[in-house]
C-alpha cells in the first residue's frame, strides 16, 4: 500500500492549537511485505542515518504488528515533501499516516476518526493531526470525558472542518532555518491577560465564520494574534518582513506556520504567481511554493 498525507499549517495566527488547514503538498510512504526489513528515504530526510535507525513510522508499524502476533517483514520507501522542523506538520503526518496503514493493513480500510483520536496519543494538541486526517480548514479541541478510552487517550477530540475552495492558493514561506517546537513554546509567556485571551477568542471566531461564509476580505484582521506569534517571530525577526511584504503585496492572510520557522499566505489563485515571485525575489535563499489547498486528509493511493 501507500499511504498519502498532506502538510498542515496549524494556529493560522489567533487560532492557537486548535486551527488548522491542509495543504497539497504530500509525504507518501510505501510498504510492501519483504523478506528482510529495509527503511529507504527520498526527499526530505534523505541522507540522515537517525530516520533510517530510529524511525518513528516504522517502529509504530511493526509494534503494532507485533502487539496482535503478526510476524512480517517489510519494505519501506518514504518519499518525503514536507519540509522538517518548519511547522508544516512533518511529524502529524508520520504519526497520521503510520497508524492509517496499520487500520489499513488489518482492516482493509481506514477509520478516520479512530486514527484520529489514536494520533492524539503522540500529538497532544489536534490542530495539526485534525486537517492531516479530515482535510480541509478544521477547528478542534479535546475534552477529557470519564469512562472513555480512545486508543489509551483519555481525550476525545470534538472537531468541525470545512473545504477550501480552489480559487485560494497557499504560498509557503520556507527559510533554511528550523525553528524547534519545544524551544518555540518555552519562548511564551505562562499567563495571559483578559485582555488578549478576549482579543484572540474574538479573531480567532471571525476566522472562523469568514471561511464557513467565504469572507475573505476579513481575514487581514481576523488572522491577527497576541498570544503566541510575536514571540516567537521574536526568534528569528526577517520572519516580520516577510509578513509585511505578503500582506503588501496581495496576500489575504499571512500567519507563522505552527511554530515556524515557515510561514504561511492566503491568496487568491490569480494573484498567487506574482505573490510567490516578489518574496522569491526578496528572500533568495528561501524556499517560496505556491500550491493548492488539500481537502482529502490522508488517502490509501494504492
Same mark, same amino acid.
Given at each position: 500500500?501507500?499511504?498519502?498525507?498532506?502538510?498542515?499549517?496549524?494556529?493560522?495566527?489567533?487560532g492557537f492549537d486548535?486551527?488548522?488547514?491542509?495543504?497539497?503538498?504530500?509525504?507518501?510512504?510505501?510498504?510492501?511485505?519483504?523478506?528482510?526489513?529495509?527503511?529507504?528515504?527520498?526527499?526530505?530526510?534523505?541522507?540522515?542515518?537517525?530516520?533510517?535507525? *530510529?524511525?518513528?513510522?516504522?517502529?509504530?508499524?511493526?509494534?503494532?504488528?507485533?502487539?496482535?502476533?503478526?510476524?512480517?517483514?517489510?519494505?519501506?520507501?518514504?518519499?518525503?515533501?514536507?519540509?522538517?522542523?518548519?511547522? &508544516?506538520?512533518?511529524?502529524?503526518?508520520?504519526?497520521?499516516?503510520?497508524?492509517?496503514a496499520i487500520h489499513?493493513?488489518?482492516?482493509?480500510?481506514?477509520?478516520?476518526?479512530?486514527?484520529?483520536?489514536?494520533?492524539?496519543?503522540?500529538?497532544?494538541?489536534? *490542530?495539526?493531526?485534525t486537517p492531516a486526517?479530515?482535510?480541509?480548514?478544521?477547528?478542534?479541541?479535546?475534552?477529557?470525558?470519564?469512562?472513555?478510552?480512545?486508543?489509551?487517550?483519555?481525550?476525545?477530540?470534538?472537531?468541525?472542518?470545512?473545504?477550501?475552495?480552489?480559487?485560494?492558493?497557499?504560498?509557503?514561506?520556507?527559510?533554511?532555518?528550523?525553528?524547534?517546537?519545544?524551544?518555540?513554546?518555552?519562548?511564551?509567556?505562562?499567563?495571559?491577560?483578559?485582555?488578549?485571551?478576549?482579543?484572540?477568542?474574538?479573531?480567532?471566531?471571525?476566522?472562523?465564520?469568514?471561511?464557513?461564509?467565504?469572507?475573505?476580505?476579513?481575514?487581514?484582521?481576523?488572522?491577527?494574534?497576541?498570544?503566541?506569534? *510575536?514571540?516567537?517571530?521574536?526568534?528569528?525577526?526577517?520572519?516580520?518582513?516577510?509578513?509585511?511584504?505578503?500582506?503588501?503585496?496581495?496576500?489575504?492572510?499571512?500567519? &507563522?506556520?505552527?511554530?515556524?520557522?515557515?510561514?504561511?499566505?492566503?491568496?487568491?489563485?490569480? *494573484?498567487?504567481?506574482?505573490?510567490?515571485?516578489?518574496?522569491?525575489?526578496?528572500?533568495?535563499?528561501?524556499?517560496?511554493?505556491?500550491?493548492?489547498?488539500?481537502?482529502?486528509?490522508?488517502?490509501?493511493?494504492?
Open positions: 500500500m501507500v499511504v498519502s498525507v498532506p502538510a498542515t499549517s496549524a494556529n493560522l495566527g489567533p486548535c486551527l488548522g488547514l491542509s495543504l497539497n503538498l504530500r509525504n507518501r510512504f510505501s510498504v510492501v511485505p519483504s523478506v528482510f526489513t529495509s527503511i529507504k528515504i527520498q526527499g526530505e530526510g534523505e541522507g540522515f542515518s537517525k530516520f533510517l535507525v *530510529d524511525n518513528i513510522f516504522v517502529n509504530l508499524f511493526k509494534n503494532a504488528l507485533q502487539k496482535r502476533g503478526v510476524q512480517q517483514n517489510f519494505e519501506f520507501l518514504f518519499h518525503n515533501a514536507i519540509p522538517i522542523s518548519r511547522g &508544516l506538520g512533518s511529524s502529524s503526518a508520520i504519526i497520521v499516516g503510520a497508524l492509517s489499513h493493513y488489518l482492516n482493509g480500510h481506514i477509520n478516520k476518526e479512530e486514527v484520529l483520536h489514536a494520533s492524539l496519543f503522540y500529538e497532544s494538541h489536534p *490542530d495539526n493531526i486526517v479530515f482535510g480541509g480548514f478544521n477547528i478542534a479541541t479535546t475534552e477529557r470525558l470519564p469512562g472513555e478510552d480512545f486508543q489509551r487517550s483519555k481525550k476525545k477530540v470534538y472537531h468541525l472542518r470545512t473545504s477550501i475552495p480552489s480559487y485560494l492558493k497557499a504560498v509557503i514561506v520556507i527559510p533554511p532555518h528550523t525553528i524547534s517546537t519545544k524551544l518555540s513554546r518555552q519562548a511564551l509567556p505562562k499567563r495571559c491577560s483578559y485582555a488578549d485571551a478576549t482579543y484572540n477568542l474574538a479573531h480567532a471566531s471571525l476566522m472562523c465564520m469568514a471561511f464557513a461564509q467565504e469572507k475573505w476580505e476579513v481575514l487581514k484582521v481576523a488572522s491577527r494574534d497576541r498570544l503566541h506569534q *510575536d514571540k516567537r517571530m521574536k526568534l528569528y525577526p526577517v520572519l516580520y518582513g516577510v509578513q509585511r511584504m505578503a500582506l503588501e503585496c496581495g496576500a489575504l492572510m499571512s500567519t &507563522l506556520s505552527g511554530s515556524g520557522s515557515s510561514f504561511f499566505n492566503m491568496c487568491y489563485a490569480e *494573484d498567487a504567481r506574482a505573490l510567490q515571485a516578489r518574496l522569491q525575489g526578496k528572500y533568495s535563499n528561501f524556499r517560496v511554493l505556491s500550491l493548492d489547498f488539500d481537502n482529502q486528509g490522508v488517502q490509501i493511493e494504492s
